[in-house]
């Protein structure tokens, strides 16, 4: 099993995370926006190879990990609402923060503002609901806990509005499955 992507990636460590929990070995191969371009169509990291299969995109070597090991992927439906959901934060996020790091006035483009506020929204409804301590097997709350923990990384979002979200990642830093995971460890 070879995984491409960088360390720092929340969608790799969501993927690093499965298998280091399912015990399954495999090779992180460190991988730039360059390679990415040029060995995926997606042009993005992760991606996946085991045995001939290639896969380009998080969610489908999460299933795959899952399946691999007789676990389920998001088989209930507002778990996987609430995987999509925060999916989506994340997505929009991460390309927030690239075109800022490329010098892009996100507060001078209309259309830039409407994704930052449909974070914040996003935000608002979870930080809305009672958080459970983080199941390693529920894949909604591992992408949850990966968003918010590379957003405070990143320094992309203050935390401190969502007290529920806040409770939430510091009882998932406190599991060394996690915690053992945290980009500032590259």
């Not at 070597?61 to 996987?80: K, M, V």
Request: proline share 5%; net charge negative.
């Amino acid at each position: 099993m070879k995984l491409f992507g960088s360390y720092t990636s929340p969608f790799v460590r969501h993927c690093r995370i499965v298998l280091a929990l399912n015990e399954q070995k495999f090779e992180l191969v460190p991988t730039d926006y360059a390679q990415s371009a040029q060995n995926s169509p997606a042009k993005r990291v992760p991606f996946f190879t085991h045995n001939g299969l290639k896969l380009h995109d998080s969610s489908s070597i999460l299933r795959y990990l899952r399946t691999l090991a007789d676990q389920g992927f998001c088989e209930d439906i507002e778990d996987f609402d609430l995987y999509c959901l925060v999916n989506t934060a994340l997505d929009t996020t991460i390309n927030l923060f690239l075109l800022d790091r490329d010098g892009v006035a996100i507060e001078e483009i209309g259309y830039l503002q409407r994704q930052h506020s449909r974070v914040i929204a996003i935000l608002d409804e979870l930080n809305d609901r009672d958080w459970p301590e983080a199941d390693p097997e529920n894949d909604a709350h591992l992408r949850l806990a990966c968003f918010l923990s590379w957003a405070q990384f990143r320094e992309r979002l203050d935390i401190h509005q969502w007290p529920n979200l806040q409770n939430f990642l510091a009882s998932v830093n406190q599991q060394p499955w996690f915690a053992n995971t945290h980009p500032a460890l590259s």
